[in-house]
């Protein structure tokens, strides 16, 4: 069974940046597109940025020019950069690996203090 396990969350103070990183246990084939969603306490998960095999990239509007999303094809790694970290950026993040099947981390926590 694939699991997806995520690193590089943390706490850090508004301004501040920091790097997740989402691997795969094993090789995933077929991958379509690779993306990080978040969930803060109270809210639906949303998404926060999705890039294709082909390197097309799409990010929410409340992270444009603050968050570049990067990815590694034959590594099956997907990377969120998060710079001018914002309060209202806590939350736990998600990786997310579409393929044949869906995929989900298990989540890491990003704390924002202002």
């Known amino acids: 069974q694939v699991q997806l396990v995520e690193s590089g969350g943390g706490l850090v103070q508004a301004g501040g940046s920091l790097r997740l990183s989402c691997a795969a246990s094993r090789s995933i084939f077929n991958i379509n597109a690779m993306g990080w969603y978040r969930q803060a306490p109270g809210n639906q998960r949303e998404l926060v940025a999705t890039i294709t095999t082909g390197g097309t990239t799409n990010y929410a509007d409340s992270v444009k020019g603050r968050f570049t999303i990067s990815r590694d094809n034959a590594k099956n790694t997907v990377d969120l950069q998060m710079n001018s970290l914002r309060p209202e950026d806590t939350a736990v993040y998600y990786c997310?690996?579409?393929?044949?099947?869906?995929?989900w981390g298990q989540g890491t926590q990003v704390t924002v203090s202002s």
């Open positions: 997310k690996v579409r393929a044949d099947w869906i995929y």
